[in-house]
């Protein structure tokens, strides 16, 4: 048992994990679809459950790897998510309007707990942790080309508390404050890939999302946003060795 314990999860020379590779990129499209919401775009998906079949079938094996295989250590965040969903499903049947928090429980909570469940599982090299980062700023990058196209077409922009404001195109981040958010999240890894990646077609690339998030930062009029984009410049500018550089980066951008 041992020794196929560390075969399933000994790296090869160009460090990709051996084993259950098949239960791993079905995760990433499951992540994918999860995160750009297909079951709302392609009504067949969601009359099928895409999502939902997707996420059982990478989730269960997920927790047979979490509960058999003792060479994979779960930190406490993840246990006290664990605890923390099923008090929530504990609750759902004593709230004020059952139905409505079931929904929300098997449509978000659930879904998101498969998916933390599939990082914890499988997430076992560095490989596949590129892998699976390549994939979800894929997906952030499919959100911010909405939001451009929105804002120049001005599909996705209309009246939200008394101005014109850039819209997510799902319900997931369809509000300006969680669209915004959506992109100034991927900012600081789009920064970091950009300074070690030697690459000119990835810098070239990493650059124009970087561009796209932050003008659909700026079209979303979310002040939660802005706030939070003032303090990861400001983090940039107190941590950079060259404040002169930065100074003028900051000012250009």
């Known amino acids: 048992m041992d020794k196929k314990r560390h075969i399933r999860y000994r790296e090869n020379g160009n460090g990709t994990a051996v084993g259950l590779t098949p239960f791993f990129f079905l995760f990433l499209i499951f992540y994918l679809v999860r995160l750009l919401q297909l079951g709302i775009r392609i009504p067949v998906f969601g009359n099928f459950r895409l999502e939902f079949i997707l996420g059982l079938l990478v989730a269960v094996p997920g927790v047979v790897l979490l509960t058999q295989e003792k060479k994979l250590i779960r930190p406490t ?121 030697r690459s000119q077609i990835v810098r070239i690339l990493l650059v124009l999302q970087a561009v796209a998030a932050i003008d659909v930062i700026i079209h979303t009029g979310s002040r939660t946003t802005y706030f939070a984009m003032i303090m990861w410049i400001g983090y940039l500018f107190i941590s950079s060795k060259n404040k002169f550089r930065s100074l003028i980066i900051i000012c250009a951008t």
Request: a neutral charge; hydrophobic letters at 50%.
């Open 77 to 197: 965040s993840f246990n006290l998510g664990l605890a923390f969903a099923f008090l929530m499903l504990l609750m759902t049947p004593l709230s004020v309007d059952p139905e409505v928090s079931w929904g929300v429980f098997s449509n978000i909570v659930l879904k998101d707990l498969m998916v933390g469940i599939c990082i914890a599982a499988f997430l076992t090299s560095v490989m596949r942790m590129k892998w699976f980062i390549f994939s979800h700023l894929l997906g952030f990058a499919k959100m911010a080309e909405e939001g451009v196209v929105g804002s120049i077409t001005g599909g996705l922009i209309w009246e939200n508390q008394g101005t014109l404001r850039l819209h997510g195109s799902t319900p997931r981040y369809d509000h300006p404050n969680s669209f915004g958010g959506t992109q100034a999240g991927t900012l600081p890894f789009l920064g970091e890939l950009f300074r070690i990646n």
